[in-house]
């Protein structure tokens, strides 16, 4: 199956700068590239998603860059706030035999100081 | 429903004594997963089921676990004779099929004493 890993477990910024989650994943055949946001107490939810045929996304202060040779992904987040704050996972699905699975990075705490 | 619903929310057993942790899905998704996250963890994976495919059981932590679903829909989690490192949050999730968002329920938190 895929194997997902994701760098830093922990990041601290300051209010504005920029943060950035890279993640690797294993399976060439993968084809679809999630980040989920899980604030403290809460269900993790999706903030932005890429597949294969492409190399970026962007959603107003978030973007997500996917490089298949090298088989890594990264999330960026701009001009960062206190609400940013939160866990971060990327994940990755393999479409072999385990019929679209998605897999999850071990999870990022980004945390934002004002 | 508007999402997807666990229920108990909440989960206080004694030790050795069985649970049954049950997830409703968005209708219509194919795609069924169950995680458990204990606290400050992350997402560990325990089984996944796909329309009508044999489940994925690989993340079953011991044989006291299963899960099962009826269906194709409602999804049931089943931790025999529990042990207080069972105590965690057991999360649901559905999607719609392959490669599309995966929504996740607000979980059960399950203590065991």
């Known amino acids: 199956g895929e194997n997902v890993e994701q760098h830093p477990s922990t990041l601290s910024v300051q209010e504005g700068d920029s943060a950035v989650i890279k993640c690797t994943y294993s399976d060439s055949a993968s084809n679809y590239f999630p980040w989920y946001k899980q604030e403290l107490g809460k269900r993790p939810q999706l903030i932005i998603d890429i597949r294969s045929n492409v190399g970026e996304k962007k959603d107003q202060r978030i973007a997500v860059t996917l490089n298949k040779t090298a088989k890594h992904f990264s999330l960026h987040i701009t001009e960062t706030q206190p609400e940013d704050s939160a866990v971060y996972f990327c994940?990755?699905?393999?479409?072999?035999?385990?019929?679209?699975?998605?897999?999850f990075g071990r999870g990022t705490q980004l945390t934002v100081w004002p | 429903g508007a999402g997807v619903s666990q229920s108990p929310s909440n989960k206080v057993t004694e030790k050795g004594k069985d649970v049954e942790l049950r997830c409703d899905p968005i209708s219509g998704h194919t795609a069924l997963y169950w995680y458990r996250q204990s606290l400050g963890q992350g997402l560990e994976f325990l089984i996944y089921f796909q329309g009508n495919s044999a489940p994925d059981k690989s993340g079953l932590p011991s044989d006291r676990f299963s899960a099962e679903r009826t269906g194709g829909s409602v999804s049931t989690l089943t931790i025999q004779r529990t042990q207080q490192e069972d105590s965690a949050v057991y999360l649901c999730?559905?999607?719609?099929?392959?490669?599309?968002?995966?929504?996740f329920g607000q979980g059960t938190r399950l203590t065991v004493v």
């Open positions: 999730a559905s999607s719609s099929g392959l490669y599309t968002e995966a929504f």
């Open positions: 994940a990755a699905t393999d479409r072999g035999s385990t019929l679209g699975r998605l897999y």
